[in-house]
């Protein structure tokens, strides 16, 4: 479903450019979840950015369904169904859920945008208890709701997210993770980007390690589980 082949990009241009990520390649398969794992700087979000199109790639190719899109805008790029959740969740504080929910389905899927909302709805009841609050007055476990039910209303193909247990409390942590194991046995291909290693593998089917800005381990989510330098790493096992 997505291909990344020999991808390059930083920041700045020429001579000035700053190299984050250096020669990466991995692949999702429809269907699934793959684990992007790595510590905080390990290029992740740069990485993802790119793909999505929000920071545009030095060199590489990037492949959506077979089609071509490294230099695509992001608008596009959602267009296609490939849809991202963005670490720190980024809802619009002062607007409504049901406004923030609304703005998730402008690009894509605009048509069925009622019916969509009544799907978020039964995907997280609670904001549907919040629907005309203000999100900036909603929880970090209820704005990370909104996040992924913002991005729903799109009908993504292909949903990224990331960092989503990034700042909240353990046991909405749990219910998160539920959540993404829930989307994905609907149907839904899932590339999860965490440094929550230990509750990414126990979902996911495939995972890659960044380090540096490059790809260093990939394998099965099982095989890299069990592996003593991922365990000590990103496990807290020895």
């Known amino acids: 479903m997505l291909r990344v082949d020999n991808l390059w990009a930083g920041y700045g241009s020429g001579a000035a450019m700053v190299t984050v990520l250096r020669d990466v390649s991995f692949a999702v ?16 979000s740069t990485l993802i950015n790119a793909v999505t199109g929000v920071l545009r790639s030095a060199s590489g190719s990037i492949r959506f369904e077979g089609i071509e899109i490294s230099g695509a805008p992001s608008h596009r790029i959602v267009a296609s169904g490939l849809v991202q959740v963005p670490e720190g969740r980024r809802v619009f504080p002062n607007l409504s859920v049901r406004e923030n929910l609304l703005l998730g389905g402008y690009r894509r899927a605009r048509a069925r945008r009622a019916q969509n909302i009544e799907g978020v709805m039964d995907v997280f009841p609670r904001l549907g208890e919040r629907f005309a609050q203000k999100a900036g007055t909603l929880s970090g ?21 990331d960092e989503p247990s990034l700042g909240l409390a353990p046991i909405v942590v749990e219910e998160m993770f539920a959540l993404i194991g829930q989307l994905n046995r609907e149907g839904l291909s899932i590339l999860l980007v965490e440094q929550n290693a230990v509750q990414s593998l126990e979902i996911a089917q495939r995972a890659y390690v960044l380090e540096q800005g490059a790809i260093t381990l990939s394998g099965t989510a099982l095989e890299l589980a069990s592996r003593d330098d991922v365990r000590r790493a990103y496990l807290g096992l020895v």
């Open 141 to 161: 476990g209820e704005q990370q709701m909104l996040a992924i039910g913002r991005a729903l209303m799109s009908e993504p193909r292909l949903l990224i997210l």
């Open 29 to 44: 398969e429809a269907g699934g979840i793959v684990a992007l794992l790595g510590s905080n700087g390990a290029g992740k």
